[in-house]
């Protein structure tokens, strides 16, 4: 099962990085896939974690990425992949997840906003970081699968 969420992650994260939309098959099929995993094969989850650690994980990163939502800093498509994160890594390691992708997009924005992306690549397009056509500048949902890949690697 650890192969079908690297899938997963892999899957979601290019998709947000060239389209900056995190589509629902991604999240449905991530859901289906992490609840599959924890109630078929325990024992051959990527993490080792319980039902109730995984619903925690889930209710958590909703709760608290809803709230980002709603002052319109994050897109739809960001809260309903990191429920479904939530899912597959639990409460615990969707700690470490979120500080890393924060870094992540922090990062990015510092680097797009600033002159210091015609440094690191002059020959890119560079968008300003301003919203067009109400697209989303930061892929949070690239950030979030790296920073789970990261912290799955540290972990073990």
Known sequence: MGLIFLIWL?????????SRKCFNWIVISGALSAVFSLLMFPDSHPVSI?????FFGAVAAFLVLLVFYRMKMMG?????????L???????????????SCIFAMAHGLVVRSNLKYFYAPALNWDDGTQKNNRRFIPYVTYLSMAAVIVLMLNK
Do not use: R
């Open 76 to 84: 739809a498509g960001d809260v309903k992949y990191a429920l479904v």
């Open 86 to 100: 939530g899912l597959w890594v639990g409460w615990k390691l969707l700690l470490p997840i979120w500080g890393l």
């Open 10 to 18: 892999l899957v979601a994260a290019v998709n947000d990085a060239l």
């Open 50 to 54: 319980g039902l109730l650690d995984s």
